[in-house]
């Protein structure tokens, strides 16, 4: 009495349908993947290239920043991967080259952060 009569659809079209629809459903992800690429790993790039750089240009004289912050005036290259730096009047330490943070030039202040 209060059910209705179900009626029977026409044929649609085969399941699994081409490859528009496939790539319509990856569209997505692809888009995902090209902002991430863009956002993330491009810029990424860049900077690890510069860091190589700045590092291979190092040479005497230059004054660096260490990335536990101490400052100093590289006198020598010990070998590939050490610089010898001057932080102090006749104090001299070993720092690892990937430990710069920083390159200033030779003419360039050093901020002490002093209160005038």
Partial sequence: ?????????????????????ILIQLMPILLLVVIFWFLIF???QK????QQAMLASIKRGDTVVSTGGI?????????GEDLEIEIATGIKV?????????????????NDNKPA
């Fill in 42 to 44: 491009r810029p990424q």
């Fill in 1 to 21: 009495m209060f059910v209705t009569p179900a009626y029977a659809q026409a044929a649609g079209a085969a399941p699994g349908g081409g490859i528009n629809d």
């Fill in 71 to 79: 400052i100093g005036k590289v006198t020598k290259a010990v070998d």
């Fill in 47 to 50: 900077r690890l290239k510069a």
């Fill in 94 to 110: 070993k720092l690892v080259r990937g430990m710069v943070a920083d390159v200033r030039s030779k003419g360039e202040p050093v």
